[in-house]
């Protein structure tokens, strides 16, 4: 690697260009992984405590013993290997839309190196948001199939997506098509780069119980300062 930058791999998709990179970078004084989509970053290496505490926080108010979970977008794989550190995680159904992101996790080119091993962890490639959306959901083998927690990190927020098509999941029809899919008192739990919304928190409300946003804040090191991103809670009823 030079002592700049590394392409390790990238792929056209209909959303653009997606690419992954390794970087040295002297302000954090550390190794960096970032994923692109055209020119805009999608998730950075440097960045990963609200990736975890969407896992963290989410399974924390998810009951059960034998717990089958989905996590939508792959990414740099942190939420899904913090997800797996919950001992009663049994299934952990990764859904990705791109095969490059699924093939760098084969072959282990990311730091959470050993996730798509780990026998607990299914990775599909399809659309999480037609996945919802539709009646056979996360398992087309098993159509009625529920999952007692559903872990979203894929766009940036509710208000801004990667995709126009996506934002029809932040509706309340969206979310009501999503409970079709969660086992009762299953969890959603969803990642957003924005402050607490009050419109889409009223959304959920109209959906789900006891919900809540979690604002998660972080040591930024190219800013020297702190950052936060938020954290969505939601029960089905």
């Known amino acids: ?14 959303m653009g260009e997606i690419s992954l990179r390794r970087r ?32 963290r926080l989410g399974l924390a108010r998810t009951a059960g013993a034998e717990l089958s979970v989905v996590v939508g977008g792959l990414g740099l794989g942190y939420t899904a290997q913090e997800a797996l550190r919950d001992k009663r995680v049994r299934s952990l159904t990764v859904v990705e839309y791109s095969d490059a992101v699924i093939d760098w996790h084969h072959r282990d080119l990311l ?39 559903i872990l979203l990190d894929i766009d940036h927020s509710p208000r801004h997506v990667l995709h126009h098509p996506h934002a029809a999941f932040y509706t309340a029809d969206g979310l009501r098509a999503l409970t079709e899919h969660l086992a009762p008192r299953g969890t959603f739990a969803l990642w957003s780069d924005d402050a607490p919304d009050d419109h889409f928190l009223s959304t959920l409300a109209s959906v789900f119980t006891d919900v809540r946003a979690e604002q998660v804040p972080f040591d930024n090191p190219l800013t020297r300062g702190r950052s936060s991103n938020t954290i969505y809670l939601a029960t089905r009823s």
Not at 1 to 14: D, K, N, R, V
Not at 25 to 54: I, N, Q
Not at 112 to 134: E, H, K, N, Q, W
């Open 1 to 14: 690697m030079s002592a700049h930058f590394e392409e390790l791999g990238w792929q056209q998709t209909p």
């Open 111 to 149: 730091p959470t190196a050993g996730l798509a091993a780990d026998d607990r962890v299914i990775l599909v490639r399809a659309d999480f948001f037609a996945a919802a959306a539709s009646t056979t959901g996360f398992d087309p083998d098993n159509p009625s199939r529920v999952y007692d927690a």
């Open 24 to 55: 040295f970078d002297p302000a954090a004084r550390a190794e960096v992984y970032e994923v692109k989509l055209g020119d805009e970053y999608l998730m950075s290496s440097l960045f990963t405590v609200a990736e975890r505490e969407l896992a």
